[in-house]
């Protein structure tokens, strides 16, 4: 019994340096996984960005004179 790693036998020893890299290939996969998930979260409207400027002003968000130098500078 002495040894044995705890009823793992030659697995436990032999094969740990192994799930230890799956972990970690887990832990880095899922943060990428959620790195683009948080990305395309924000672009994922579809909108353009004049449709997203004609939302801001009628929301009240900026006012008449802005929206215009705003719509200027996207259509050049």
């Not at 994922?44 to 802005?66: F, N, V």
């Amino acid at each position: 019994m002495m040894g044995d790693f705890n009823g793992f036998g030659w697995f436990g020893h032999g094969f740990g340096w192994l799930f230890m890299v799956l972990v970690w290939v887990a832990v880095i996969v899922g943060i990428m996984a959620l790195i683009k998930w948080l990305g395309s979260s924000s672009s994922a409207s579809g909108e353009t960005p004049l449709e997203i400027l004609k939302a801001r002003y009628a929301r009240g968000e900026i006012d008449k004179k802005e929206y215009e130098r705003m719509r200027r500078e996207l259509q050049k």
